[in-house]
């Protein structure tokens, strides 16, 4: 089974017929016992949720949860100005790694520009972390933000997400107003 075949499957849900009121949940061990699936390292236990939806009328859908930690987004202002300092986000979510220790790093090229150790949240919340970064030298930057991956991590593909940011050369233009008219 190639890595794309196995993004596949982790990444969908599963329909299996007459499923509906978990009356046949032997049809779940049947599923799970596919060689395919064993190959990927997927047990009972690992099967999320039952979901019984009438539009999809004899079949319902199980969803089978992996070990994995993914970005959902990186936000960053859309320009900053030369050797300045600007603030990034991170979004993301994991599953099976509640308390565990994670490295988020952002990067120009092969330039590290920030990093920072975080401890994962419960599974399936959405986490937030703030970084600041240098914006350097005036010029378009493709900024990778990743994950490092942990030990048992089913996907590594989704730890990574880029994000282009415009650094300008312009000066710096302040206006300072005082509290009172001289």
């Not at 378009?140 to 650094?167: I, Q």
Request: glycine share 6%; charged share 30%.
């Amino acid at each position: 089974m190639t890595d794309l075949d196995r993004h596949a499957v982790l990444r969908q849900r599963v329909l299996v017929a007459r499923l509906r009121g978990r009356e046949q949940v032997q049809r779940v061990d049947e599923l799970v016992a596919d060689k395919s699936l064993v190959e990927l390292g997927v047990a009972l236990r690992d099967v999320d949720e039952v979901e019984d939806h009438p539009a999809l009328g004899a079949q319902d859908q199980i969803e089978i949860a992996q070990s994995d930690v993914e970005i959902d987004d990186a936000t960053l202002p859309p320009r900053a100005l030369a050797k300045s300092r600007m603030a990034a986000t991170v979004t993301f979510h994991q599953s099976d790694f509640t308390g565990q220790k994670a490295t988020i790093s952002v990067r120009n090229g092969d330039k590290l520009l920030a990093s920072r150790n975080v401890t994962l949240a419960g599974d399936g919340e959405s986490q937030s972390e703030a970084l600041l970064l240098n914006a350097g030298d005036a010029g378009a930057k493709a900024l990778t933000f990743s994950l490092a991956s942990l030990p048992g991590e089913t996907n590594a593909a989704d730890n990574t997400v880029t994000r282009l940011v415009n650094v300008q050369a312009d000066k710096r233009r302040i206006l300072y107003l005082e509290g009172e008219p001289r």
